[in-house]
């Protein structure tokens, strides 16, 4: 058997499909169309992800990772050069900004994207969304404070496993440009993670030309 990814457009599973490109393990993707929620019947709760959401990756041994932050840190283990030695300092910080990218930056997404969902009055939406968007920008100013000038991400002379997470985080903000101004090492490295041949390829299976 072979890693299978479940994937939709925008839906976190760009970085793992970079990422298992990357890797150069054997592997197969599953488009899941999320438009006519083919993510909420009943052969994907039972068999994929039991709460419908996308993306999810099986492993060879049938068992599947439900959360991106997980997948990338699978797939890191598969290819060394993704992310620094285990038992490093590097390493210990390697594991904090994935994290941080899936504790602390994409709930601020949740909150930006789906003021719906947390803020029952609809009148408060609007003041609520600008909220959450000035707290989204807090979370990639902390990113853009960790990040060195003229470096392409935060380990080493190329772009590894958390660069690759974080640039596809940096692709949702709603307000690109503002982000890019307010940030410029964060595009950066975003810069550096889209010209990698896997991301190019990941790119165009999403349909992406650039990003």
């Known amino acids: 058997m072979m890693h299978v990814l479940y994937w939709s457009g925008r839906a976190g599973s760009l970085a793992p499909l970079c990422l298992l490109i990357e890797c150069g393990v054997p592997h197969e993707t599953v488009q899941v169309d999320t438009s006519r929620h083919a993510h909420k019947t009943a052969d994907y709760l039972r068999d994929v992800h039991p709460l419908g959401t996308v993306p999810a990756l099986r492993l060879p041994d049938g068992q599947v990772i439900l959360e991106s932050g997980a997948m ?4 890191a283990e598969l290819a060394p050069s993704l992310a620094p030695a285990a038992g490093s300092a590097d390493r210990a910080m390697f594991l904090n900004w994935v994290a941080y990218g899936a504790g602390s930056l994409y709930p601020a997404y949740q909150r930006v994207y789906h003021t719906d969902h947390i803020v ?7 003041a609520a969304r600008e909220a959450a968007v000035v707290a989204l920008d807090r979370c990639w100013d902390v990113v853009e404070a960790a990040l060195e000038a003229g470096r392409p991400g935060l380990f080493g002379d190329r772009p590894g496993a958390a660069d690759v997470y974080l640039a596809m985080l940096a692709l949702w903000h709603p307000a690109p440009e503002r982000l890019a101004a307010a940030c410029p090492k964060v595009r950066a490295m975003k810069d550096a993670v889209w010209a990698l041949p896997s991301m190019r390829q990941a790119l165009a299976v999403h349909g992406l030309e650039t990003a």
């Open 120 to 126: 029952p009055d609809e009148a408060a939406r609007p």
């Open 72 to 75: 990338v840190l699978h797939l």
